[in-house]
Structures are given as structure tokens and as C-alpha cells.
């Protein structure tokens, strides 16, 4: 069973970028799967997760046992519940965490298997969510359908010669601007 993920934009918010009447409800099933799907498509491209929820059991491989930190895939981190390492619970108030890269530090280094159960991401909640990112699905959701109207095919012409090709790309351009500096680094 998937996860119900809730959009980083209202509707409401959408149907003012498109121009629509908040009265005209004729697109509204459509628009809101436009925008969990974008939503979701838009984690994908940044690696994070939009609005925050629940990680269980994050697993984490530290077979040298040579780092003191512990990187979690997800951040910022708005709580961290439960680490077991090797399948013993640490207690979480005796390591030091930077929440808002999702390091966390442990006085010895982390050894064998590490499990790790938080919650994370880039706002706390859909009103919180940064005005770039709301943008960012309201230009997809905008250019998606805009594509639909023409079924993806572009054309130029330049006097008599004239050419038509399909538009495959994955991210609109004005929408990765906006999302670029929320994608993660792996280092």
C-alpha cells in the first residue's frame, strides 16, 4: 500500500497560479492529482522530503567502525525517536545531533548495523512550505498541461524549413531553478 503524500501547495494556491475560479471545480480531481504527483516527483529530484514525516528503521551500515557520525538520508530533522545499534537502543539525549544537516554525533565511533527512526524534512508542515518550492510545483503543474494541450510536440520554423520534435525532458526548467538549492549533495 503506498503512502498518501500531501502536496506542497493547496489547491487553492494552484488554481490562483493557473488563473482558475476558486468557484470552478470542474478541474479539481485532476489538479489534485497534479499536485501529488509533482509533489512527489519534485522529492525525487531534491532527494528530500518536502513536508516532514515519519523515517522507521533507516539502515545504516558501519562495518569499520572507524566514524563518529552518522548521516541520516533525510533532513532537516525535526525529532529523532530511536537509534539501535547492533540491536541495542541508545539513548538518544546522549548524542549530539545537527538537525539541520541530519548529522548525528556519538562520542565512540558507530559500529555494525545501525537503525535509525525519525521524522524529517523541509518544512514542518504544507503552510510552511517555502514560497520557491510552492512556485516550483505550479510551474510543472503548468507546463504538464500545457504539454497536454500540444501532446508534448515543439516546432520551429525559420523561413521555409520547419521542423517538429517531442519535448522529453524531466524537469521544466523553471521549476529545477527553483528546486536547486534544496536538492541534497551526496558526498
Known sequence: MSEIIQPACTLGDLKIYLK????????????NLLLESCTIAAERYMGR????????EEPHDFENGKSKYLQLEQYPVFEIS??????EEIE????KADKYNGLIKKSTPW????????????????????????LAICCWIASMLSEQESGGVKSETLGDYSVSY????QVPPSSAVLLESYRKVNL
Open 111 to 134: 559500529r555494525g548495523a545501525v537503525l535509525a527512526s525519525y521524522k524529517a524534512g523541509i518544512a514542518a508542515s504544507q503552510e510552511s512550505v517555502p514560497a520557491n518550492i510552492r
Open 166 to 169: 517531442y519535448d522529453e525532458r
Open 92 to 95: 538518544v539525549s546522549s548524542l
Open 20 to 31: 482558475i475560479s476558486e468557484e470552478d471545480e470542474s478541474k479539481d480531481s485532476l489538479l
Open 82 to 87: 530511536k537509534i539501535i545499534q547492533n540491536g
Open 49 to 56: 522530503y518536502i513536508i516532514a514525516r515519519e523515517i522507521t
